[in-house]
């Protein structure tokens, strides 16, 4: 039976025993930085103003692309995070400082679950803006936790966590978003394309080949990615209590049918509130059957005519 140390090979078969965890890959490449890297002879670091849109290209505006995630500053920045916390974990994380793997899981698992949940949440948003709602806060949740991750293992390091005025954070703070025109029936490249060239901005000020500097990094990005949650929730949270959910949508669509069909029919009006009423029927009791004019606008007005 293999040991701690077994790695699979071509056709070789993961050993199942109890209690057995398999280890991390990160530990056998310390020197990795993901599975591409940009810079490569294949994979060219744009320059500045190389992501304008090509002349006579069909830009998507459809009413679902526009409503989606694909443009959000939060999302782009949530892979951002993700990448750069795989590559940090690949990195500083081994068998001496995390031995079973545990921390890597949770802190990269953290990172993905950001994106996963702002792109399910943004979905969810022309039927339910509670759902949505629920999903960017469990978003904001999962950037909180790898925040305080990477603030212990500052913290476990003896290392200083960056003061609000330090010259890296604010070079952080200041890297611009990058912003591209979508092409229809083109935007998951064009989306993954904008994420990269925002990867390439950031990753001369992330990734450093000192462990505390490239967590203080990650921390920075971190808590900016919880402000821009925390104002999309609170942006989503007014929202609603102004205009309502989509409950609210659909009763107030179905009023305005009622509306629409009492008026085509020359309805009476209603003695309430004066507006058209329509012709229903007595489901129950001793009048059941008979009919009777009622409110187009009911429940909001009982109004009635025989």
Known sequence: MPGNNWLPVAGDREPKRRGYRRPATGYQREEATGGWRLGAK?????????????????????????SGYYKLDAWVLAHCIAI???????????????????????MYMAARSVYANIAEGRARHSTST????????????????????????????????????????????????IHTDYEENNWSHDAAERI??????YEPLVMSNNMLDCANALFVLCKKMEKMLSGFIDKLFEEFTQKGGFTESLTQARLEHRQQVALSANAPLCPKCGKPMLQR????????GQTFWGCSDYPRCDGTRD
């Open 196 to 201: 990269k060239m925002q990867v390439a901005l």
């Open 42 to 66: 294949d994979k060219r670091i744009p320059a500045a103003g190389d992501w304008r849109p090509k002349e006579n290209k069909r830009i998507m505006t459809s009413r679902f692309f526009c």
């Open 84 to 106: 750069f916390t795989r590559r940090f974990c690949e990195r500083f994380l081994s068998s001496q400082n995390d031995p079973k793997g545990r921390h890597y899981d949770q």
């Open 281 to 288: 029927m007595i489901k129950k009791g001793t009048k059941q």
């Open 130 to 177: 509670e759902t949505e709602m629920r999903l960017l806060d469990v978003a904001r949740g999962s950037v909180i936790e790898l925040s305080e991750d990477l603030m212990q293992l500052i913290i476990e390091q003896n290392g200083e966590l960056w003061y609000m005025n330090h010259p890296q954070m604010q070079a952080l703070q200041q890297v611009p978003f």
